[in-house]
């Protein structure tokens, strides 16, 4: 597996920094968010951007990790509202506190095969904020 270089700090939509999910733009740091980002895996809104990984052979997997001052339960509502708005299904979800994981997928049957990964942990220097992982295998938007 080929990954791309893992960017600099960067702010989602919504943050201070005044990158845009939907156009993949990049904030004074010059780091862009992924342009293959799939409708169901988009930023979490005012989230930093910490790091993406991208696989050459194969454009439509990826992952970007953010940082955001938010609840882990807020943040798993967010993306499965986003993978159900694309036919995702809930495969796996577990709760151990502040640390979660949710993973969905949607079948060939029922357009093209997806899937969507996202673990949310509380960072270790600041109880307010989580770091967010996203994988996922899908469509470009």
Excluded: W
């Amino acid at each position: 597996m080929v990954l791309a270089a893992c960017g600099g700090p960067e702010v989602a939509e919504g943050g201070t920094g005044g990158a845009s999910a939907s156009a993949g733009l990049s904030d004074a740091s010059g780091t862009a968010l992924p342009e293959n980002l799939p409708d169901f895996a988009p930023p979490f809104p005012a989230a930093t951007v910490d790091g993406k990984q991208l696989n050459a052979s194969q454009p439509e997997r990826g992952v970007v990790t953010y940082t955001a001052s938010a609840k882990s339960a807020d943040v798993v509502a967010f993306y499965r509202a986003k993978g159900e708005e694309a036919g995702l299904k809930v495969v796996q979800e577990t709760d151990q506190g502040e640390s979660r994981l949710l993973a969905m997928a949607r079948q060939p049957d029922s357009g093209p095969a997806a899937t969507l990964q996202v673990n949310v942990m509380p960072t270790m220097t600041d109880p307010s904020k989580v770091h967010i992982s996203v994988g996922y295998v899908g469509e470009p938007r």
